[in-house]
């Protein structure tokens, strides 16, 4: 399984916080999609993906939506977060626990 992540410059934090919990999601790689190029608007997330972080403040619309449509489609939990590493640490830890929160801006999304 891989997790992606979407939408931030800088990733090393959300990097760490994602593998802190690898284990338990059962990630082995994690990939990155700036979200920068306009071609990322139309790409396509792997049957491998077990989980989705998406930045918000670091991505267009078009782009969540493309993302959000596909993750659902295909049953991969999805985490929204705004733009700092310890607000995916909390997003996680939700997911983590099997809750479905929404918090403002921040939403944690889980389809089964």
Known sequence: MQ?????ADRIEGIRSEILRVADHFGIKDIDHWTGRKASENRRQLSRRTGLVVFMCDRANHMLMRNVRKQAEELGIPMVFCRHSATEVRERLDELGCG???SKGKAEVMRRA
């Open 3 to 7: 997790a992606v992540i979407v939408g």
């Open 99 to 101: 809750r479905c929160v």
